[in-house]
C-alpha cells in the first residue's frame, strides 16, 4: 500500500525536477540575435529548409487574396557583413511541390496552361547585386527563371537578425522577403485580364553558416 502512494509523490517530484532543469536550460539555449550587420560572419550559408517557406498571393476577382505555397526548395547565400554589396544568393523552387490545398486544382496548375512543371520543373533565382536601403534592409535584383523564360526581378529584403545556435552548433541569419512579378512575362498568361497578373512573392528564411555547421 506504501509503494502504491509513493509512486506518484515520486512522479510529481520528477516532473517538477524536469521543469526546474528546464526553466534553467531554456535561458542558456535561446540565442541572443542581434540585428547589427557586423555580427554577421562572413562565408557561405546554406538555407535551413525546416525553418524557411516560399508563399505566393494573387487577387482572386477582387473578392479575396489567394494564397499558395511551394513545399520543396533550396537556396545558399554568402554573405560578408564588411561588404554587404558582395553578398549573393541563390535559390532553386521545385514547382512541382506546388501546395494549395486541393489536389485537382494543383494538378491544373501544375499543368500546361500554367506553370507546365513537367516541361519547365524548376524555377531559379540568382542574384546580379544588393543595395542596402537601410541598417536593416537591402533591395536584392537579380534574374528569375520561371517557365522557360528569364526576366530581372528585385526582392525586397529584410535582415531579421544574426546569432550562434546553441541547438544547431552554428551561427545562423534570418531574412525575409517580397517582391512583386508579372506572371505573363514569364509567359503565364492564362486568364490574363480577368485574373489579376500580378503577383506577390513572400520569402521567410533562416540560413547556416557552413563552416561552423556540423
Not at 524536469?18 to 550587420?37: F, G, I, M, N, Q
Not at 545558399?76 to 549573393?88: K, Q
Not at 485580364?193 to 513572400?202: A, Q
Request: aromatic residues 8%; hydrophobic residues 45%.
Amino acid at each position: 500500500m506504501r509503494e502504491g502512494l509513493l509512486r506518484p509523490a515520486a512522479a510529481g517530484l520528477s516532473l517538477a525536477l524536469l521543469a526546474a532543469c528546464a526553466s534553467v536550460v531554456a535561458p542558456l539555449l535561446k540565442p541572443d540575435v542581434s540585428t547589427e550587420a557586423a555580427q554577421v560572419k562572413a562565408g557561405d550559408y546554406a538555407l535551413d529548409k525546416t525553418h524557411a517557406a516560399v508563399l505566393f498571393r494573387i487577387n482572386h476577382l477582387g473578392y479575396s487574396t489567394y494564397i499558395g505555397r511551394f513545399e520543396m526548395f533550396d537556396a545558399s547565400l554568402t554573405g560578408d557583413a564588411g561588404d554587404p554589396a558582395g553578398s549573393s544568393v541563390e535559390a532553386v523552387i521545385d514547382m512541382t511541390s506546388l501546395d494549395i490545398a486541393n489536389e485537382a486544382f494543383a494538378a491544373e496548375l501544375m499543368g500546361p496552361d500554367w506553370f507546365d512543371a513537367a516541361a519547365f520543373p524548376q524555377a531559379v533565382f540568382q542574384s546580379t547585386s544588393v543595395t542596402l536601403t537601410g541598417d536593416t534592409t537591402a533591395t536584392v535584383s537579380g534574374d528569375l527563371t520561371l517557365h522557360g523564360v528569364t526576366a530581372p526581378v528585385a526582392l525586397d529584403a529584410r535582415f531579421n537578425g544574426a546569432a550562434f545556435d546553441r541547438l544547431r552548433g552554428a551561427d545562423v541569419i534570418g531574412f525575409s522577403a517580397t517582391a512583386r512579378i508579372d506572371r505573363t512575362q514569364f509567359g503565364v498568361s492564362r486568364y490574363s485580364g480577368l485574373l489579376t497578373d500580378e503577383v506577390e512573392i513572400e520569402i521567410q528564411a533562416e540560413f547556416i553558416r557552413q563552416a561552423d555547421a556540423r
